[in-house]
Nanobody
Framework: VQLVQSGGGLVQPGGSLRLSCAAS????????MNWYRQAPGKEREEVAS????????RYADSVKGRFTISRDNARNTVYLQMNSLKPEDTAVYYC?????????WGQGTQVTVSS
């Protein structure tokens, strides 16, 4: 299983970024996908998830209405569109897939929101 992330970077408050996660090594269209983030000194938290067909999405309260998770099963890719970014969104973001207790992570992408 490989999860290769792209996107991220430095953005001013109120700006937007899109993260991508290209998956391989498993049947992507059969699994829910997730985005997590970890800020310095804090535990990793789930930000958003999407069902295997993309019909059901869930968001942490802190990002609801600002972030959108989506997927393209033809491209084996999951996305996280982040709008109206705030300084408290600064973190390393990870895509994730799991089955049972087995978890796989992307390499992580730094998102920094600062003026």
């Amino acid at each position: 299983v490989q999860l290769v992330q792209s996107g991220g970077g430095l953005v001013q408050p109120g700006g937007s970024l899109r993260l991508s996660c290209a998956a391989s090594g498993f049947t992507f269209s059969s699994y829910d996908m997730n985005w997590y983030r970890q800020a310095p000194g804090k535990e990793r938290e789930e930000v958003a998830s999407i069902s295997y067909l993309g019909s059901v999405t869930r968001y942490a309260d802190s990002v609801k209405g600002r972030f959108t998770i989506s997927r393209d099963n033809a491209r084996n890719t999951v996305y996280l569109q982040m709008n109206s970014l705030k300084p408290e969104d600064t973190a390393v973001y990870y895509c994730n897939v799991h089955w049972g207790l087995v978890k796989f992570w992307g390499q992580g992408t730094q998102v920094t929101v600062s003026s």
